[in-house]
C-alpha cells in the first residue's frame, strides 16, 4: 500500500522513488521509485511532443503513439490490436490466398487426417490377419475392399493437408511430393508403398538440409534453386571433408540427420524407377532400403514429433522390405500366390498402417518448424 503522505527520502542526495516507475497521480508532487535510475521531477518527464514519458505501468510510450489501456508500446506504423500491443512484427498482411491455403491446411491437419489416419489404420489392421486365409471368404473380400477404399481415401486426406502446407510454405519441392502422394491413391494397394517412394524422398529432402536452409520460402521460384544448393552443399561437405563427421557425436548426429537421409531418398527414387520397369519386388527393396536410411535420419531430430514420425516410419519400411523378401522367396518356390503370397498382403497391410500413422505425425513436425514455441523438444 501507498501512505497518504509522500515517502521521504533519508539521503537528500539520493531521489525518492515510488514503485517500478509508476507516477503519484496525486495533486502533490510525485516522487518516483522505479528499479530504473529515473531524475527526480517536479512533475511527470515529458517527451518532446509534450506527451507523458510514462505512463500507469512505467512503459515508455512511443514519441507520437497514442496512450492505450494496457500502456504498452503502439507502433505508429503498424496495426494494432485492442490492448495496445505492436502487430507490426507479425509480418506483411497476408494475401486472401495465403490466408486461404492456411486455413484449409488447418482445418485438414486438425479434422481430416486425424480421422482419415485412424479409420485408415484400423482397417488395415483388420484386414491384416483376414489376408492370412486367402481371398476367397466373402468377409476376407469385404474387409480387404473396404481396407483400400479407406487406405485411398487417407492418401487423398494426407496429400492435401500437404498441398495446403507446400503453399504456405511456398515450397515447390512439397508442391511435388504431395502431388505424387495423390496420384498414389489411384493406384492398387500393393503398389501404394512402393511408388511413395519418389513422394517421400521429395518431401524428406527439405527436412533434412535444415542446416543450410529453411524450408519456407517468400516464393515458389526460389524454392527449387535454394533446396537444391542445399543438398548440393551438404554432399560437398561430406566428401571434402569424411572424417570430420566420424570425429564426434555431435558431427555423426548431423551425417545421420542430413546426408545419410539424402542417400535414402536416391535410392527411394532409384526404387521408383526399377518399380515402373515391371520389377516390382526389386524396387520394393530397393525403395524400402532407402525409406530406412530416410526415416533412420528422423530419429536423430531434436523433436519428438519428428522421433515419433520416424519410428513409425521406420517400422512400416522394415516391415515392407521383410514382405518383399518372403513374396521374393513365394515366387523361387512357385508361390507368389499361395500362403507366401498371404503372409506378403497381410506384411503389406501392416507396413501401410505404420505408415500412415507416421505420415501423421510428420505432417505435425513441419507444422511445428513454423511456430518454435509449440515444438515438443527432447
Not at 490377419?129 to 480387404?144: D, Q, S, W, Y
Request: glycine share 10%.
Amino acid at each position: 500500500m501507498i501512505s497518504s503522505s509522500p515517502l521521504v527520502n533519508d539521503n537528500p542526495k539520493t531521489p525518492s522513488l515510488v514503485g517500478h516507475g509508476a507516477r503519484d497521480t496525486r495533486a502533490t508532487t510525485p516522487i518516483l521509485l522505479s528499479n530504473r535510475l529515473n531524475d527526480v521531477t517536479e512533475g511527470p518527464a515529458l517527451a518532446e511532443n509534450g506527451q507523458p514519458k510514462i505512463n500507469g505501468v512505467g512503459n515508455n510510450l512511443a514519441k507520437d503513439g497514442p496512450i492505450n489501456g494496457s500502456g504498452n508500446n503502439k507502433a505508429t506504423d503498424g496495426p494494432q490490436n485492442g490492448d495496445g500491443n505492436n502487430l507490426a512484427t507479425d509480418g506483411p498482411k497476408k494475401s486472401f490466398s495465403e490466408e486461404l491455403a492456411t486455413k484449409f491446411k488447418k482445418f485438414s491437419e486438425k479434422n481430416i487426417l486425424p480421422i482419415s489416419t485412424y479409420i485408415s489404420v484400423a482397417f488395415n489392421l483388420i484386414s491384416a490377419p483376414i489376408r492370412l486365409f486367402g481371398r476367397e471368404n466373402p468377409v476376407a473380400k469385404l474387409l480387404n475392399k473396404l481396407s483400400i477404399v479407406f487406405t485411398k481415401i487417407h492418401q487423398l486426406g494426407y496429400a492435401a493437408t500437404g498441398i495446403g502446407m507446400a503453399a504456405c510454405k511456398k515450397n515447390l519441392f512439397y508442391v511435388l511430393s504431395f502431388g505424387l502422394e495423390a496420384l498414389v491413391a489411384l493406384l492398387p494397394l500393393r503398389s501404394i508403398y512402393l511408388f511413395k517412394g519418389m513422394a517421400s524422398a521429395l518431401d524428406i529432402l527439405p527436412s533434412c538440409v535444415e542446416k543450410y536452409t529453411k524450408d519456407r520460402f517468400s516464393n515458389f521460384t526460389e524454392s527449387l534453386p535454394k533446396t537444391i544448393g542445399a543438398i548440393w552443399q551438404a554432399l560437398k561437405d561430406f566428401f571434402n571433408e569424411p572424417k570430420k563427421y566420424f570425429a564426434s557425436k555431435e558431427s555423426f548426429n548431423e551425417l545421420l540427420n542430413t546426408q545419410v537421409p539424402i542417400a535414402g531418398a536416391a535410392l527411394s527414387i532409384l526404387g521408383n524407377i526399377v518399380g515402373f520397369s515391371g520389377k516390382d519386388t526389386l524396387g520394393g527393396g530397393i525403395r524400402d532400403i532407402g525409406a530406412i536410411l530416410n526415416d533412420f535420419g528422423l530419429l536423430f531430430k531434436p523433436n519428438k514429433t519428428a522421433v515419433t514420425s520416424g519410428r513409425y516410419y521406420l517400422g512400416g519400411s522394415v516391415v515392407d522390405l521383410a514382405a518383399n523378401g518372403i513374396g521374393k522367396f513365394g515366387q523361387s518356390k512357385g508361390s507368389s500366390n499361395g500362403m507366401f503370397g498371404n503372409i506378403r498382403d497381410a506384411l503389406h497391410e501392416i507396413a501401410l498402417a505404420s505408415d500412415r500413422i507416421g505420415q501423421k505425425h510428420f505432417i505435425h513436425y513441419n507444422s511445428q518448424k513454423d511456430h518454435p514455441d509449440s515444438e515438443n523438444v527432447t
